[in-house]
Structures are given as structure tokens and as C-alpha cells.
């Protein structure tokens, strides 16, 4: 729908065993919980671009209307051991929201915010830019685009 803008808080749609999964609301507000990985500069210049991959067990933290609280953004490894950074990504993401206070998975509405960690930005940004215009906010380093109708939807 041409003309509408980003809501104050986006809907994000909780969709169990993919990249919405560990999505929610805890005792304090919301949480959004993923498994991610970032290409280091560099990366396609080298044949081997295993070391520029870096994987990340990232838990952003909401209040109960949206406003970003604060991230746990942990390095768990490159991809030159893919599968065990990997793992260990996802054991430290499991423990990490078995710590917040009466968790449950379910659907969540956030506001706009970023953190830059190892130069790497982290966080739910306008990128109206990069859609010509169009209205769109991205998930990042995930890549997930949410746009109109802001029905929780995204597209990877």
C-alpha cells in the first residue's frame, strides 16, 4: 500500500521451527531470540572465506510496549568450524532465554533500534532506502523484511 509508513512497533509473526522461532514475552516485556552469522569485509575477495563468517547467538531484549532494552550478542565462531560454532550457538541461545523470568514463545510488536557489534549492525532498521522508497524495515543480520501490511509477516 503506497503511502503508509513503518508502524511505531513492528508485528513480528512467531513461526515455530524457522527464523521466528524463539520469539516472545517474558516477565519484563519481549525478547527476540536468533542464531546469525556476518560476512567480515573481505569475504569474496579471498577463496577462502570461511574466516570472514562469523555466527552469533543474539538475544535482543524488549520492554512490554516494544522499546529496546538491551542485547546479549555472543561470538560463538567462524566457519571454519561451522557446525560447532553452530552448536554452541544454539546451546548458549537456549540457555539464554531459559534465564528470562516466565518465558513464552508467541508473537511480538518492537520498535525500530540498532546495536553495532564487531562492525556489524544488529537490530530492526528503516530500509526504506534500499526498496526504493517503498516502506520496509529490516531485520538485521538476519535479513528479514517486514513490510505493508505489517501483519507480522516477513520474507528472507
Not at 513503518?6 to 520469539?23: E, F, K, L, N, Q
Not at 513464552?104 to 553495532?116: D, P, S
Amino acid at each position: 500500500m503506497p503511502g503508509m509508513t513503518i508502524p511505531d512497533r513492528v508485528p513480528i509473526a512467531r513461526v515455530r521451527g524457522y527464523r521466528t522461532s524463539h520469539i516472545g514475552r517474558y516477565a519484563d516485556g519481549q525478547f527476540f531470540g536468533s542464531v546469525t552469522a556476518t560476512l567480515e569485509s573481505g569475504a569474496g575477495a579471498e577463496p577462502d572465506w570461511r574466516p570472514h563468517k562469523r555466527w552469533y547467538a543474539v538475544l535482543h531484549r524488549f520492554n512490554p510496549t516494544g522499546d529496546h532494552t538491551g542485547s546479549e550478542i555472543w561470538f560463538a565462531g567462524t566457519s571454519e568450524r561451522e557446525r560447532a560454532a553452530i552448536k554452541v550457538a544454539k546451546a548458549h541461545l537456549k540457555a539464554s532465554i531459559a534465564a528470562l523470568p516466565g518465558h513464552t514463545f508467541g508473537n511480538i510488536a518492537i520498535g525500530l533500534f540498532h546495536v553495532e557489534v564487531d562492525g556489524h549492525v544488529f537490530g530492526l532498521v528503516d530500509g526504506s532506502d534500499s526498496f526504493e522508497g517503498v516502506d520496509h524495515a529490516e531485520f538485521l543480520p538476519d535479513s528479514l523484511g517486514f513490510d505493508p501490511p505489517w501483519n507480522g509477516g516477513y520474507d528472507t
